[in-house]
């Protein structure tokens, strides 16, 4: 018997979605069939299906009942005076649009701020959309996240600091001019949901102020990270999280938000900004490629959706089941000796391949194997973060390139899965960890030139 307990889910469940059930033999002909990449799987024939927290959370009945009532009017909706006040009221910026969807958010932003050659973005950590859109534009993308976030053990309460000693001789070195903006991801997903602090947040805007460099929040997880900051920065345990939130706004010069994450839509984003001149370079920049400024791309129905979910993300008991739940599926698997990276972040459950599969190489792909397996055992789907999904190629060296991190990310939809279907997700992690060590690797037998773990075609070793 598992000493872990999963938290008690704050709802009930009045609409049901059949999940796709299986069998081995059937499960075996798709890998087959997908070339051993679940991307490529069709999602009917996915039992538990934790590819990614992105989009593929349950709207409560207050966002559907809110899209019954979307205007959708091409200019001027009351959807857009409905949303505009609660951003406002969330994160108190004078200025936003909608956009369809977080890169959306960030190709405007970073075209409306001039980003281009011979310029610098630093950040905690850029996910990797944010660092195509400035390096499509010719800058570079840098990640400054503090030691503790690439050390999967150990248990620091803020891994995804920024590290702001390296950041100041940045700016000391580069100049001020050629540094448009500092980002900082709010949680920090590429290196594994790890939170950052208020503190953090408030000597980064303290460095960058005085050169007159904006501090942007990429805040897709910002209830998430709020939640934490209460539960683990002492100096914030009495506020509410969505004042925690409202804190960690008023920091920021701007944010970028995938709203397909904390604020449980399956499609939308958002750009908030202080400055008016920028926002009017924005609202030139979103007409041409999104949309009108009142819609950015959107139903007026889904900017309903969005304006209750920004709101239902802050709830303190669904934030408690959120991380709650997390946190017991990370527990379970350390039960079963599985190694993770610690402490769990938010929204998945990170397994660490590297130190589970000794025996096979990152070059035949240790945390792909072991989705590989899931599948295979279970019918669960989750992603490999490792040697498939950055490793390839150098193009300047020839020489072939592999990642620090090797890991499984286990995402969890938003209100979704309930415990006994996490329960059935730790079961089959334990079956194979027990015998992980007849896990064999896999070979590419097709990759795409860029992005290849979308498409990759593998074989079996
Ligand atoms: C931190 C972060 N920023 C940006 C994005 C991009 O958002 P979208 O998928 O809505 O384009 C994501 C999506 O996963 C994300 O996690």
Known sequence: MSGVRFPFEPFRI?????????TREEREALLQEAGYNPFLIPAEKITIDLLTDSGTGAMSQAQWSAMLSGDESYAGARS??????????????????????????????????????????????????TRANVEVRGAQALDMVVSEGMEPHNLAPFKGNIDLDRLARFIDEMGAEHIPAVIITITNNSGGGQPVSLENIRRTKDLLAPHGIPLVLDAARFAENSYFIKMREPAAAEMSVAEIARATFDLADAFLMSAKKDAIVNIGGL?????????????????????FITYGGLAGRDLEALAVGLEEGLDEHYLAYRVGQTAALAGRLQEAGLPLVEPPGGHAVFIDAKEMLPHIPQRQFPAHSFVVEMY????????????????????????????ELELVRLALPRRVYTSSHLEYVADVCAEIYRRRETLRGLKIVYQAPTLRHFTARFSPL
């Open 271 to 291: 750009i908030g900004v202080r400055d008016g001149t920028l926002f009017q370079k924005i609202s030139t920049e979103l007409i041409l490629r999104e949309g």
């Open 80 to 129: 857009y005076y409905h949303l505009r006040d609660v951003v406002q009221r969330v994160t108190g910026m004078p200025y936003f649009v909608p956009a369809h969807q977080g890169r959306a958010a960030e190709n405007v932003f970073f075209a409306a701020l001039d980003v281009g050659p011979g310029m610098f973005v630093p950040a905690n950590q850029h996910f990797d959309t």
């Open 14 to 22: 009045k609409m049901v979605e059949p999940i796709g059930l299986t």
């Open 376 to 403: 295979r055992v279970g019918g669960v789907r989750a992603v490999e973060i490792g040697s498939v999904m950055f490793g390839g190629v150098d193009p300047v060296t020839g020489a072939e390139r592999f990642p």
